[in-house]
């Protein structure tokens, strides 16, 4: 089974407008942390968010939003008022088994391809 | 900037060929990945190091060889090229201590086996 599923290949966004790129997750392990990143055209890879298993709230940052829905196993990323630079892929991405002395690899989805119209 | 340096940024070579991808984590950072991205596999962990010691291994060809060096620096061995080795070769870094830690990414070496 894929650990992490990203459902939609390409979401399309008029700017201004705010839209959610879907991510579910499969684990067993209690402790794990889900990742949001984001590769515009240009190839590098930027962190944008994270959210802890055991994180009581939702994350937030800036514009990025995690809306973690732990009993369904999902961690969608929200981003309000898209903007034309938005337009990137999205890999949503998990760790697992963290403990110390456990590895740090992270694990990613094929990702979303996000096209923000103006 | 993310402060990992990953070089050379585009090697083209032919099949049957070596090469060797290196990578210079960001300054403290004791953890080096290596991932391989293509088209169709998309993302792929590929090996995990940790202050010198291999920590994780994942879909990694036994034609593929890492190393992290005392200096922490460290390089991947790719060798007995094949056309679907081309990929975009990325290395990360992290400090390799908490849980929450994110990954940071460099540029990626873009590998073309003609």
């Known amino acids: 089974a894929q650990k992490i599923t990203q459902t939609q290949p390409g979401m399309f966004v008029q700017e201004k407008e705010a839209v959610t790129l879907d991510c579910t997750y499969d684990?067993?392990?209690?402790?794990?942390?889900l990742f949001w990143y984001k590769q515009p055209s240009s190839g590098e890879m930027i962190f944008l968010i994270y959210q802890g298993s055991y994180d009581e709230q939702n994350a937030t940052e800036g514009r990025y939003s995690l809306n973690f829905q732990k009993a369904r196993k999902s961690a969608n990323l929200v981003i309000s008022a898209s903007q034309l630079g938005d337009s990137a892929m999205y890999f949503c991405?998990?760790?697992?088994?963290?403990?110390?002395?456990?590895?740090?690899?992270?694990?990613f989805g094929k990702g979303t391809l996000l096209t923000v119209n103006p | 900037d993310s402060g990992v340096t990953q070089t050379p940024k585009h090697l083209i070579t032919a099949t049957g060929q070596r090469v060797t991808l290196r990578c210079s984590p960001r300054?403290?950072?004791?953890?080096v990945y290596w991932y391989q991205q293509s088209l169709d596999q998309g993302l792929q962990f590929l090996i995990q190091?940790?202050?010198?010691?291999?920590?994780a291994k994942g879909n990694i060809l036994e034609r593929f060889s890492a190393q992290q060096f005392p200096d922490l620096h460290s390089e991947l061995n790719l060798s007995s090229l094949e056309l679907g080795d081309s990929a975009l070769y990325f290395c990360a870094s992290s400090p390799g201590g908490t849980s929450n830690e994110k990954l940071f990414f460099g540029s990626g070496t873009q590998l073309s086996v003609l």
């Open positions: 300054s403290g950072d004791l953890s």
């Open positions: 991405a998990m760790r697992e088994g963290v403990t110390p002395g456990s590895n740090y690899k992270l694990t």
């Open positions: 190091y940790y202050n010198g010691e291999e920590r």
């Open positions: 684990t067993s392990d209690q402790s794990y942390g």
